[in-house]
């Protein structure tokens, strides 16, 4: 089975802090997407990579970085967290078909 | 611009009723995907069924089947016999036609209440 594991399922973290999300998949995948999830807006693309060192905006980059050094980690950095970046993170791989997600963070910026 | 919407924000049906959450989309490409996926309160996203843009069958997986209607560009998802477990947020998506990458843009979302 295809696991993808982030590093927090729960974060708390102060206005002006540097967050750093992880995300690793175990099946070798080309793909790998970063998501926020916002009730009544469903799930919006913050980034995705193809492959290691490549990476692309999605619909909302802004306020956001990614890093992908190795095939199966892609990291999801916001360099000076801010209140409106409170929300529920999912990290997710595919090669053709399906994406398969990992459990998600819950980031709270007080 | 590609767009996937749920128009359904909740929906409650009766223990092992069936019930259809609405998804429809836009695109201007032949060729596309759409999925289905479930999210229950834990918060992981479960894949669920997927239909091809050029698939002549209706996608079914279990007691899941897609409602594919191509001219009417939607993508119903039909479960039969619900279930309490299948309590959760439902979310209807579409694979990018154009740019590969297999990026997908997600609906809304429907909140499904089982009730027994």
């Known amino acids: 089975d295809v696991k993808v594991t982030q590093s927090s399922r729960y974060l708390v973290k102060r206005t002006g802090e540097k967050v750093f999300l992880e995300c690793v998949q175990d099946?070798?995948?080309?793909?790998m997407f970063w998501y926020r999830q916002d009730p009544g807006l469903g799930l919006r693309l913050i980034y995705f990579?193809?492959?290691?060192?490549?990476?692309e905006k999605g619909d909302i980059p802004e306020g956001y970085s990614v890093s992908r050094e190795k095939k199966e980690r892609f990291s999801l950095i916001l360099e000076s967290a801010s209140t409106n970046q409170t929300s529920m993170y999912l990290c997710?791989?595919?090669?053709?078909?399906?994406?398969?997600f990992g459990p998600g963070t819950r980031l709270t910026v007080l | 611009a590609q767009k996937i919407t749920q128009t359904q924000p909740g929906m409650f049906v009766q223990e092992k009723e069936a019930v259809t959450l609405d998804c429809t989309y836009d695109?201007?490409?032949?060729?596309?995907?759409l999925f289905w996926y479930k999210q229950p309160s834990s918060g992981e996203m479960i894949f669920l069924i997927y239909?091809?843009?050029?698939?002549?069958q209706n996608a079914t997986e279990g007691r899941y089947s897609l409602n594919f209607q191509k001219a009417r560009k939607s993508a119903n998802l039909v479960i039969s016999a619900s279930q309490l477990g299948d309590s959760a947020m439902y979310f209807c998506?579409?694979?990018?036609?154009?740019?590969?990458?297999?990026?997908?843009?997600f609906g809304a979302g429907t909140r499904l209440a089982v009730h027994p």
């Open positions: 997710a791989s595919s090669l053709l078909g399906e994406q398969f």
């Open positions: 099946m070798d995948h080309e793909n």
């Open positions: 990579s193809y492959d290691v060192k490549m990476k």
């Open positions: 695109t201007s490409d032949q060729s596309y995907g």
């Open positions: 239909q091809g843009s050029y698939d002549e």
């Open positions: 998506a579409m694979r990018e036609p154009s740019g590969g990458y297999n990026k997908l843009i």
